[in-house]
């Protein structure tokens, strides 16, 4: 099993829909998790850290759920601009992987007009 | 946003030359990350620094080497370019005590022909 697994995609939706990735990972004792974002042939950006149980960055809500050992990513009203390849990521636990991130395979969306 | 640079852009050398690809860092973040990531595909990391005279490599095999003697500055040499190392090269950091996420400079493209 993949350390972090995606939904490759791709997603396509209309402008104004709402549209939620899912991302799992097999590690329960992983410590913190990151959505990024990657345009193509750009380099990965933060888009959000994900805290606790979540947290939400205006159109953007990150949901954490330890007991299942998922992270969501919910987009609303999207925007063609939001058409990009988004990244889970995931900082495994304390010992000599720590620091590494694991990045995931990536889920392309695209919004169309 | 954070501030970190790498050249060139975009190289294309041919088979058996040596290069360097420099990553240089201006937020005093004391861990540094080289990833490969060909179009499409996930990011690998392939080498990856906590700090002056720290070394270590990724998960990804690579016939690189870094050094990092000071801070900023990370790079990463290939003594004998050959076209299997064609590839996008990403440079990211992080700092501060347990903080994790990661801040990607915008990429050396390398073609080896």
């Known amino acids: 099993r993949k350390e972090v697994e995606q939904d490759p995609g791709p997603f396509n939706v209309p402008e104004g829909a709402t549209v939620a990735f899912n991302c799992t990972y097999s590690?329960?004792?992983?410590?913190?998790f990151f959505w990024y974002r990657q345009d193509c042939r750009k380099e990965p950006k933060l888009l959000m850290s994900?805290?606790?149980s979540g947290n939400e960055d205006g159109r953007f809500t990150a949901q954490l759920n330890r007991a299942s050992q998922y992270i969501s990513l919910l987009i609303r009203d999207s925007k063609l601009s939001d058409s990009a390849t988004y990244l889970c990521?995931?900082?495994?636990?304390?010992?000599?992987?720590?620091?590494?991130?694991?990045f995931g395979q990536g889920t392309i969306l695209t919004v169309h007009p | 946003e954070a501030d970190i640079y790498q050249t060139p852009r975009y190289l294309v050398i041919g088979t058996g030359k040596k290069i360097t690809l420099e990553c240089s860092q201006t937020m005093g973040h004391d861990k540094m990350y080289w990833y490969q990531q060909d179009p499409g595909m996930e990011l690998h990391l392939i080498h990856y620094s906590y700090g002056v005279n720290s070394t270590e490599k990724g998960d990804l095999s690579s016939e690189s080497t870094v050094s990092r003697i000071r801070t900023e500055h990370f790079p990463l040499t290939l003594e004998s370019a050959r076209p299997s190392h064609t590839s996008q090269y990403l440079c990211?950091?992080?700092?501060?005590?347990?903080?994790?996420?990661?801040?990607f400079g915008p990429g050396t493209r390398l073609t080896v022909t």
């Open positions: 994900v805290y606790s």
């Open positions: 990521v995931v900082n495994p636990p304390r010992g000599t992987s720590y620091g590494k991130l694991t």
């Open positions: 990211a950091s992080s700092g501060g005590q347990g903080i994790y996420e990661q801040y």
């Open positions: 590690n329960s004792a992983s410590q913190s």
